[in-house]
């Protein structure tokens, strides 16, 4: 008889759920399961597939930079390079009570920020979930639900004692997604993202189709600033720590801003801005290599991801390297696998032919899974998709998790590197503030960005350093309303 295989103990899923765990089968006779070899000869494979050479990252790091060029020089380029509006770097002097709404990939979030001076300040905060149906129906639908959130909020935090709120406080609205704007005020919606598709909103002023919610739900209270969450992060992370120079997102979606000298905006040439003024740029740089993708190391699973998505062609750096997508890049490249006869035979596998149903979380899981026997990995599989696994199979899983996590954190360092080669900060060194589920979650993810600046730049590379960033579209959009409301007062580029 043969041996069995026995794994106990206990996971803590995601979704907060403790499974005890004791497993008990017989490893070759019951099931037909790949044998270690076999493992070792596909992870070869995949291997070289996912796995970026120093060389090839500074190939896209040039292409990287030119396009960021051209996106300062012309308006409508795939990476836009959006002038923001927000002029120079905040002093750290800024006062004052602000609200800021933050309408993210999942949930829609509401803070009263007091800016408090000399870097300091107190937020009050509540969330509110988005469901699925209200990123996909009507958009003004959406901006009535995000008014109604603020109604609500500014009615439990009204009055006169501390972190109360003052009525008729100003508003700023922190905005994840690609608008092009013409005023610090105002912003029209390029392309959802992150899975968004509410209707009659692309193309349309969205800061317009939001003071119509306000005017509904007849909130005193003025929009005050459109902000781009990225750049809230990058002021928020300055007024902080003034080396940071550049913000990046690696979450759900992924984007970067920094601050850009006006005489070296082409495109906004017009607006009669001195050329020595710096303007915060939102680079909405996910689009990179869309379309034509000619620099991106895409493979067959990554070519599906992009057909099945609901832009197809768009976004191209974004689903190599954001959150929303990892779990099912790993699940495709399984998928292939159970169809090709080296994986789970004789069982049922239908639950994981459901696009999506591999959540990124898990191969945050399966990679820091700390048991010799990957008792993680035996619990995500049985417990979500009714699998039994063998160790061999659970090392070749976690392997494969590990490529698309690096091969992820090595394409954003490649964006940074852009910024820093454009900009030159590499000899004297710079602060990037991250943020975003991939970056503060994932494990060792930040380890690898700073590994692949080194690769990029030898050891000069080290004098980049991230850290975790400021909160962004509250505390950095509050910063930013308190500018903007100073800048005004003193008459400087009213007009913007």
Known sequence: MPVSRRGSGSVVLPSGQTIALHTRTQDEEDLPHATKKTMADHLRKYDTLFTLTPQRMRMIVEAFTETLELGLAKPNQIVPMIPTFVFGWPSGEEKGDFLALDLGGTNLRVCLVTL????????TQTKYRLTEEQKQEDGQKLFDFCAECLKT??????????????VGTDVASGFSYPCSQERIDHGELIRWTKGFGATNTEGRDVAEMFKQSLAKYDLPIELTALINDTTGTLIASHY????????VIF?????????????????IANLGVPPDAEMGINCEWGAFDSFEHEHLPRTKYDAIVDETSNKPGEQAFEKLISGRYLGEILRLVICELIDEGVLFLGQNTYKLEKPYCLDTAFLSLMESDPTDELLMIIGIFTHFFALETTLAE???????????????????????AAIVNKMGYLDEGCSVGADGSLYNKYP??????????????GDKGRNIITHHAEDGSGVGSAIIAAM????KDKGLYAHV
Do not use: W
């Open 116 to 123: 408090q001076g000399s870097g300091k300040f107190e937020i």
């Open 153 to 166: 909020f500014v009615e439990s935090n009204v009055g006169d004692g501390p972190g109360m709120l003052k």
């Open 240 to 247: 902080v720590n003034p080396r940071t120079k550049i913000a």
């Open 251 to 267: 979450g759900t979606g992924c984007n970067a801003a920094y601050m850009e000298r006006v005489g070296d905006i082409p495109k």
């Open 394 to 416: 659970r090392q070749f899983f976690r392997a494969l998790a590990k490529l698309i996590g690096r091969r992820a954190a090595r394409l954003s360092s490649c964006g940074i």
């Open 444 to 457: 060792g993810f930040a380890d690898r960005v700073h590994e692949g600046l080194q690769d990029i730049f």
């Open 484 to 487: 903007t409301k100073i800048r």
